[in-house]
């Protein structure tokens, strides 16, 4: 079940899990929700309670200049990399840690303080990708809920360091079952963590639908099985988060945790505060790796605000950009 394990936590090998700070992480009752059209829709449904226009795409961000001296009143500036800068009292960043770890060296000006920054290095951010597998009919019982798949050198597939090439279809645990049927059809979902899971996003469709169905035939003993359609997430390979999910690395802390989500400029900085704050699922201290936890720090940062300019007389409060 280590294979299991590695997708719940988004990493290559549980070797890289600390065990420290393991039980930090909590789980919600019930089951998973699955969105009709996928989370792009809980993004229209989030995106439709706000006034048009407010919302900018395809704008990358080359830098966030912050503790700004020469302008008091916009202590934030947002550089991006078509040259357009963006004033702001704050700003929120919530962008994913694989890619907070590749460019927090140069992202903000003046650099994190250390502790963040070391911070972001212990934490752990894996990759672990979907294959939806869509049949004209189930081949799996009606009641079937997971279909796992055993290989007999078990041991071997989890602590291979062999080829990827050869191997990487072995570190597929399993594969879930999407219901109802009448919303998703026959449909199955296969979970795969690590290198090989990285391997696998180097691949063409083609070659991926392959090798699932070649895994599939083997394992059912039907050599006619034959998918309708195969879809594979891309996590890794995708420039904006260079992985799925973080997990708690070896080393990490409870305060690693807290100063994930620690505001700039700290406490007891006589610069204007709360400049620049964070969000996202690896700054939440218990439902990290999670589409919930990433939801609840986006509204703790917007809380954080909120009772900010609530302490603060009037007649102190500038034009806010937010």
């Known amino acids: 079940m280590l294979k299991v394990e590695c997708c719940?936590?988004?990493?290559?090998?549980?070797?890289e899990v600390g065990l420290g700070a393991f039980g930090q992480y909590k789980t919600l009752p019930g089951l998973d929700c699955t969105f009709p059209g996928g989370f792009e829709g809980l993004i229209?449904?989030?995106?439709?309670?706000?006034?048009?226009?407010?919302v900018t795409f395809n704008r990358p961000v080359r830098r966030v200049h912050w503790n700004n001296a020469e302008c008091e009143k916009d202590p934030v500036t947002v550089e991006?990399?078509?040259?357009e800068k963006m004033l702001a009292d704050h700003v929120i960043v919530s962008i994913p840690l694989g890619y907070l770890k590749k460019e927090c060296s140069s992202l903000f000006q003046p650099p994190l303080p250390l502790h963040k920054l070391h911070s972001i290095r212990r934490l752990g951010f894996g990759t672990n990708n979907k294959v939806f597998v869509e049949f004209d009919e189930p081949w799996w019982d009606a009641d079937c809920e997971v279909v796992y798949l055993l290989w007999e050198d078990e041991d071997a597939v989890v602590d291979q360091v062999s080829d990827v090439q050869k191997s990487w279809i072995k570190k597929l645990f399993g594969f879930?079952?999407?219901k109802p049927t009448e919303r998703?059809?026959?449909v199955l979902c296969g979970w795969i963590a690590g290198h090989e899971s990285e391997y696998m996003e180097t691949l063409s469709e083609l070659e991926v639908a392959h090798a699932i169905t070649q895994l599939i035939r083997r394992f059912t003993g039907n050599p006619?099985?034959?998918?309708?359609?195969?879809l594979r997430s891309r996590w890794?390979?995708?420039p904006w988060t260079c992985g799925s999910y973080s997990y708690l690395g070896k080393g990490c802390s409870e305060?690693?945790?807290?100063?994930?989500?620690e505001p700039l400029p700290p406490r007891g900085s006589k610069s204007q505060p709360l400049q620049v704050l964070f969000a996202g699922e690896a700054t939440h201290p218990c439902y990290f790796s999670t589409v919930h936890g990433a939801l609840l720090t986006g509204r703790r940062e917007a809380d954080r605000l909120i009772s900010h300019y609530s302490s603060t007389s009037l007649s102190e409060v500038p034009k806010s950009k937010l």
């Open 176 to 178: 879930t079952v999407l």
């Open 8 to 15: 719940v936590n988004g990493a290559h090998s549980m070797d």
């Open 184 to 186: 998703y059809g026959h």
């Open 255 to 261: 305060q690693d945790l807290d100063n994930m989500m």
């Open 224 to 230: 006619v099985i034959t998918p309708r359609r195969v």
């Open 236 to 238: 890794f390979s995708d």
């Open 80 to 83: 991006c990399h078509d040259g």
């Open 44 to 54: 229209h449904k989030l995106m439709s309670e706000l006034p048009d226009d407010v």
